[in-house]
Every structure is written in structure tokens, then in C-alpha cells.
């Protein structure tokens, strides 16, 4: 059974810290994996990998692949409040979409 | 970049009524849309798989008389919930892919509450 796990569950920093999310899986014929953030309502997209070891950057946040240890991290340096929310990791393989539980973040003033 | 939609964003219902919630993809077409649900503090569910003019594929546990799922266009599908009762209250978030792509865009969801 296709397995996506999140670590930290949850994560309270300061703003201007910098934290990283992981993401372990075991899929089978994986084919990518995904990052969304959600707020109040539903996921929205963040990346999506699909090659070991290269980085993937927007603006603070930046995520990165490995396909020999089966796990991915999402990097977001000088947290903002505006970033607080649910971190979720998603893999694509024979299953169309599996998510992990999740990891939440606080970012406190 | 890609926007899907979702009508209407909050309903609140009856017991024993049945609910009607629409995905649209605004701006590609998809032909697999998705239907996940979501309990507080919990990740997302996936509910079945909607192909367009094909019958929806249905997880384990997922009861498809009560949940009708229609995908009539490329761009539309239909989530109802039939005869709904309070333990259906919850979150429901529709996905789309578009044609020869992996990721799967979110609607904004459906807050379903049923009194």
C-alpha cells in the first residue's frame, strides 16, 4: 500500500526563522511528487517533482527531491505569519494522489 | 495557471435532502477530476475518481448510491449527496488534471452542513 509520511506533525517558529518540512514515501511506479499549502479552504499547488536532486525555488520557499532515499523537503527561510498553514506532500504513482497527514505550521510574531 | 471552481462554497442542508456540488475546470480541460473529503484537523480523502463519460471509480468504504458522482464535459463534474444526513456534514475539495499532466489543481471546496 502506497505510504506518504510528514514529519514534523506540527511546527510553531518565529517569524524571520527558517524550517524545513519533510516528506518520506513509499509508492509504487512512483511518478511525482507534489507539495501544497493549505489556509482556510482548499489545497493550492507548490511544486511538483519529478527528478532527484534538483531544486525547485519560489520567492522563500524552495523544495527538493531524493528518488535513491525516497523522501523529499520543502525549505521556507524567513517565515513570514502569512505562512502559517498545513504543509501537505502528495506522490503520484499507481494511486492518483496520496497524501500525507500533513505537517502544521505556526509562524508567531 | 490553471483554476478550477467549485459551486456552492458553503450549504447548509436538512437531514434526508440531497445536495448538489459542482467542479468546473475554468481555464483546461479535464478529464479526470477527483473528489476528496476532509474532517477537521485531517488530511484529505479521496472519494473516487471521475473520468468524463465514464461511470466514477470508487474507493473502499465509499458508498456510490449516496455519493453520485457525473462528469458530463471536460470541464464539469458533479458531486451529490443523497438523502444526506448529519455525519455526511463535512469538507468537500474537488481536483482536475489536465490532459498528459501530473498535478492534480484544487478547488476552493464546499463546506457541507447538515442540521
Known amino acids: 500500500e502506497d505510504k506518504v509520511v510528514q514529519s514534523p506533525l506540527s511546527l510553531v517558529v518565529h517569524e524571520g526563522d527558517t524550517v524545513t518540512l519533510n516528506c518520506s514515501y513509499e509508492?509504487?511506479?512512483?511518478?511525482?511528487l507534489l507539495w501544497y499549502k493549505q489556509e482556510k479552504k482548499a489545497p493550492t499547488f507548490l511544486f511538483m517533482l519529478?527528478?532527484?536532486?534538483i531544486e525547485k525555488k519560489s520567492g522563500r520557499l524552495s523544495s527538493i527531491l531524493d528518488k535513491k532515499e525516497l523522501f523529499s523537503i520543502l525549505n521556507i527561510t524567513a517565515t513570514q505569519t502569512g505562512d502559517s498553514a498545513i504543509y501537505l506532500c502528495?506522490?503520484?504513482?499507481?494511486?492518483?494522489?496520496?497524501f500525507g497527514k500533513g505537517t502544521r505550521l505556526s509562524v508567531i510574531a | 495557471g490553471a483554476v478550477v471552481s467549485q459551486h456552492p462554497s458553503w450549504v447548509i442542508c436538512k437531514s434526508g435532502t440531497s445536495v448538489k456540488i459542482e467542479c468546473r475546470s475554468l481555464?483546461?480541460?479535464?478529464?479526470?477530476m477527483f473528489w476528496y473529503r476532509q474532517f477537521p484537523k485531517q488530511s484529505l480523502m479521496l472519494m473516487a475518481t471521475?473520468?468524463?463519460?465514464?461511470?466514477?471509480?470508487?474507493e473502499q468504504g465509499v458508498e456510490k448510491d449516496k455519493f453520485l458522482i457525473n462528469h458530463a464535459s471536460l470541464t464539469l463534474s458533479t458531486l451529490t449527496v443523497t438523502s444526506a444526513h448529519p455525519e455526511d456534514s463535512s469538507f468537500y475539495i474537488c481536483?482536475?488534471?489536465?490532459?498528459?499532466?501530473?498535478?492534480?489543481?484544487f478547488g476552493p471546496g464546499t463546506r457541507l452542513t447538515v442540521l
Open positions: 481536483s482536475a488534471i489536465g490532459v498528459g499532466t501530473d498535478t492534480q489543481y
Open positions: 509508492v509504487t511506479n512512483f511518478r511525482s
Open positions: 519529478t527528478s532527484s536532486g
Open positions: 502528495a506522490t503520484t504513482g499507481n494511486t492518483p494522489l496520496v
Open positions: 481555464d483546461f480541460q479535464a478529464t479526470t
Open positions: 471521475s473520468n468524463e463519460g465514464s461511470k466514477a471509480t470508487y
